[in-house]
Nanobody, 123 residues
Framework: QVQVVESGGGLVQHGGSLTLSCVTSGFTMEDYAMGWFRQAPGKDREFVAH????????YYADSVKGRFTIARDNAKNTLYLQMNSLKPEDTAVYYC????????????????WGQGTQVTVSS
């Protein structure tokens, strides 16, 4: 049974930091590209960050570039998102997702999704 479980969300002040984690099971994570996405109230889900199945390539949305870092530990079946210099506009539910090796920033390419973790940044 495939499981994707995010954690680490919470309430943080403007300029603060949070680290999200995503633990996977039921599939071989090292064979999958991984991504973080987010959805703010009243908005569509959007791409945040991607890491290739090898871990050798990463992509970021322009809105988070230089502030967020995606990383993976295949031995622990865990994906991370380090978020620094948080802004109120980063407030959203953050989702972890797994996709085939060719997956990049395109939401529809991802097969397995978690339930999300809420991140709220106060001004």
């Amino acid at each position: 049974q495939v499981q994707v479980v995010e954690s680490g969300g919470g309430l943080v002040q403007h300029g603060g930091s949070l680290t999200l984690s995503c633990v996977t099971s039921g599939f071989t994570m090292e064979d999958y590209a991984m991504g973080w996405f987010r959805q703010a109230p009243g908005k569509d889900r959007e791409f945040v960050a991607h890491i290739s199945w090898t871990g050798g390539r990463t992509y970021y949305a322009d809105s988070v570039k230089g502030r967020f870092t995606i990383a993976r530990d295949n031995a622990k079946n865990t994906l991370y998102l380090q978020m620094n210099s948080l802004k109120p506009e980063d407030t959203a539910v953050y989702y972890c997702a797994a996709g085939p090796k060719y997956a990049d920033w395109t939401i529809s390419e991802y097969n397995y999704w978690g339930q999300g973790t809420q991140v709220t940044v106060s001004s």
